[in-house]
């Protein structure tokens, strides 16, 4: 048998060596570029076109009774959510601001002074959150 050597040489070493280690690093630098992308996902959220208008509508009214409660220059809109709340209530109304408590509802009378009396606490609240709910009804309504 006739044995054949295989001979060597340095630069072929390091030639293999250095080719060896440049796929090394590319495969790590891949692999790193991977890693960073899975990790820098975010999270994404869709919404509806119900949802949105939602959130419109909870916006907006949140809006109008905060102009209501600071005593803006009253729009058509938060006109109509006050007079809606009065029918409900089966007396004019009107929401005044208050140092010690906020927002607070009175009773109109017909006479010229048009004040006659201001609703307790426990009754106050109430009227509070129905006003909210009463503009988001009517939001709603405007924007079907």
């Not at 630069?11 to 495969?27: E, P």
């Not at 109109?108 to 709910?133: A, I, M, T, V, W």
Request: hydrophobic letters at 35%; charged letters at 30%.
């Amino acid at each position: 048998m006739s044995e054949k050597t295989m001979i060597l040489t340095d630069y072929y070493v390091q030639h293999v060596l250095r080719a060896y280690t440049q796929q090394l690093s590319v495969k790590s630098r891949i692999s790193k570029e991977k890693l960073t992308k899975q990790v820098g996902q975010k999270d994404e959220v869709t919404l509806s076109k119900e949802s949105k208008k939602m959130l419109i509508v909870d916006k907006i009214a949140k809006e109008i009774v905060d102009q209501l409660a600071h005593g803006s220059p009253r729009n058509e809109t938060g006109k109509a959510v006050l007079e809606r709340l009065s029918k409900e209530y089966g007396q004019p109304l009107d929401v005044a601001l208050d140092d010690q408590q906020g927002m607070v509802f009175r009773v109109l009378s017909d006479k010229k002074d048009g004040f006659k009396e201001y609703l307790p606490p426990p009754e106050n609240e109430l009227l509070k959150q129905r006003l909210y709910e009463v503009a988001k009804s009517l939001i709603h309504e405007q924007l079907m």
